[in-house]
């Protein structure tokens, strides 16, 4: 089998390694329908996190169910399954808290890039779809593995409710998720922050009514501006910067909620600054297990369309032109089909 592997900054390579085995009585491994590169695989990719050697890569997944474990019960080979980029058990305390990207005994998957993958406490970390979906189901469906579930987490830790003011920061793939999530939860207004035309477009489709292309403090005092100096109900952050984090805690009126999703690199909180800004944070690595179900079911009656986000689409084994697309930016978020 090839898979894709990380070597170092900008050199990902399509190459061959030992295809995935049941090891422990509680894994699947499953035959890739499509997966694609997340935002956050740029970070490796551009060098500005750290690798220790070649580095398989891939988190976002769905696919068919070739082989189970003993232990597995609740999905079969031939399904349709959906999981989240972090295992789970989904009993232990903090899974029935509905945080399963905290459980006991989470693994990040990172070999997804590749045609088979092996996926740990199986019954925990999968979900299988109704039936096999329509081949255009596939897009929307993958996105339920992170992308999708990692922009309702943001909209669902800024509170927002209906009638919501939501503020989005970011205009990558999560963010524009972040809105639609924000759409489907009742949000009366949305402000998307994009400075891209082609972007802009997609955030107003999936229900953003307001477009700021400012930043840092003008972007601040553009939300200001629209919201008659108090600020938004709800903020997103989808982007991990300082300056991202500090222009959403900002555009926060007191008593608002900032969902934080965009992994940090180098975010530093002034406690002082913090004190005084008066807003609920919360954030993290989505527990996209939680929301896995209902996120199929919306997808399954086409009741929303994430899949939308991949304005690229390559065959497997041109992964590495996949990831020069999104660092160059000609491209939100690529899917690969093997
Ligand atoms: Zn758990």
Redesign the pocket.
């Known amino acids: 089998m090839r898979g894709t592997v990380l070597y170092g900054p900008r050199d990902v390579r399509f190459e061959e390694r030992d295809a995935p085995k049941i090891i422990e009585p509680t894994d699947a491994v499953i035959r890739i329908a499509a997966t694609c590169v997340c935002g956050s695989d740029l970070w490796p990719y551009r060098g500005l996190q750290p690798i220790n050697g070649p580095t398989p890569m891939g988190h976002e997944y769905c696919g068919f169910v070739e082989e189970v474990g003993s232990a597995v019960k609740s999905v079969k080979p031939g399904q349709f399954v959906v999981g989240s980029f972090a295992t789970?058990?989904?009993?232990?305390p903090?899974?029935q808290y509905g945080y399963?990207s905290s459980?006991?005994?989470?693994e990040f998957m990172t070999r997804a890039q590749a045609p088979l993958l092996r996926v740990p406490l199986a019954d925990?970390t999968l979900v299988s779809t109704p039936s096999v979906p329509s081949d255009d189901l596939v897009p929307s469906l993958l996105t339920t593995s992170d992308v999708l579930g990692t922009g309702w987490f943001a909209a669902d830790a800024a509170n927002v409710k209906p009638g919501s003011t939501v503020a989005v920061v970011g205009d990558g793939a999560v963010g524009l998720l972040g809105i639609l999530s924000a759409k489907q939860m009742g949000a009366a207004r949305i402000i998307a922050m994009s400075r891209h035309d082609k972007r802009q477009k997609l955030a107003r489709e999936f229900g953003a009514t307001d477009i700021v292309t400012e930043r840092g403090e003008n972007g601040v005092a553009r939300i200001k501006d629209l919201t008659n100096g108090i600020g938004a109900d709800s903020v997103l952050e989808c982007v991990g910067t300082q300056e991202s984090m500090m222009q959403a805690i900002n555009s926060t009126r007191p008593g608002g909620y900032v969902g934080y999703v965009g992994v940090p690199h180098g975010v530093a909180l002034n406690g002082e600054q913090l004190f005084f800004a008066h807003v609920h944070l919360h954030g993290g690595p989505a527990p996209v297990r939680r929301y896995l179900p209902e996120l199929i079911k919306l997808v399954w009656d086409r009741k929303i369309n994430p899949g939308k986000v991949f304005d690229m689409a390559l065959p497997l084994d041109q992964v590495a032109e996949a990831y020069r697309a999104m660092d160059e930016r000609r491209a939100v978020k690529t899917l690969l089909r093997p």
Do not use: V
């Open positions: 789970s058990d989904n009993t232990c903090h899974c399963q459980c006991m005994h989470c925990g």
